[in-house]
Each structure stands twice: as structure tokens, then as C-alpha cells.
């Protein structure tokens, strides 16, 4: 019995150990993975809005054809 109190104890304790030398790592590499997923989120945003066909890229075709014209 004795023994089993001890292996739950020192579980216990390396868990605790683990969890304080480990806690911050794991938050760290959270808080990354998050920066880095709402990046790809902005980035295909504003590739998907550059998409030949849309309106904004319809705009900036008109501004480059217009802005050839005067100066030729």
C-alpha cells in the first residue's frame, strides 16, 4: 500500500514539475499558432480579393488602361 501511495505521489510530482517547466512553452507555441493561422486567414483574404473577375481587379485594369491612354 505504501508503495502505491508512493508512485502516485511522485506522479503527482513529476506531472507538476512537467506542467511548470512546460506550461509556458506550450502557450507560447499557442499563441504562434494562432498568429500564424490568422495570417494565412488574411493573406487568402486578400489574395481572393485580388482575383482577376472581381472588382477590385476590374478597377485597377480601368486606372492602368486609362492612366495608358493619356500618356501616349
Known amino acids: 500500500m505504501g508503495k502505491a501511495i508512493a508512485f ?3 506522479l503527482v510530482a513529476v506531472g507538476w514539475v512537467a506542467s511548470w ?3 509556458p512553452l506550450l502557450w507560447y507555441l499557442f499563441l504562434g499558432a494562432l498568429v ?3 495570417g ?6 486578400a489574395k ?4 482577376p473577375g472581381t472588382r477590385t ?3 485597377i485594369e480601368a486606372a492602368a488602361r486609362t492612366y495608358r491612354m493619356r500618356n501616349r
Request: proline share 0%; glycine share 18%; no cysteine.
Open 8 to 10: 502516485v505521489v511522485g
Open 21 to 23: 517547466l512546460l506550461g
Open 36 to 38: 500564424i493561422g490568422g
Open 40 to 45: 494565412a486567414v488574411l493573406y487568402a483574404a
Open 48 to 51: 481572393r480579393s485580388l482575383a
Open 57 to 59: 481587379q476590374r478597377r
